[in-house]
């Protein structure tokens, strides 16, 4: 199983950057992916996830109407499209999956990405 993330890099404040997550070894049609980030000496925090059964991705309240995830089954790739940035926003960016369905827990997601690195200037 592998979960690679990629796509990070240094934006400014109100930039837009697109991350990407490669998936391999399980069967992506049937896992829910997500996205969770970690700011330095902060938790990881869930930031959005879609479930397989194709629903609409559900956000955090801090990133909702300014970033975007979907998904592309037949290339077994997730994406995060991230509008609007703020300094707030900077952290290293997971990319996880799970059997499960609505979960926001990390404790709740299988594989998990090595992350990449999303830096926001102010």
């Known amino acids: 199983v592998q979960l690679q993330a990629s796509g990070g890099g240094l934006v400014q404040t109100g930039g837009s950057l697109r991350l990407s997550c490669a998936a391999s070894g399980f069967p992506f049609m049937r896992y829910s992916m997500a996205w969770f980030r970690q700011a330095p000496g902060k938790e990881r925090e869930f930031v959005t996830a879609?479930?397989?059964?194709?629903?609409?991705?559900y956000y955090s309240d801090s990133v909702k109407g300014r970033f975007t995830m979907s998904r592309d089954n037949a290339k077994n790739t997730a994406h995060l499209q991230m509008d609007k940035l703020k300094p707030e926003d900077t952290a290293v960016y997971f990319c996880?999956?799970?059997?499960?369905?609505?979960?926001?827990?990390?404790?709740?997601?299988?594989?998990w990405g090595q992350g990449t690195l999303v830096t926001v200037s102010s």
């Open positions: 879609q479930s397989y059964t194709g629903a609409d991705p």
């Open positions: 996880a999956s799970s059997e499960w369905i609505g979960r926001r827990l990390a404790e709740e997601y299988n594989y």
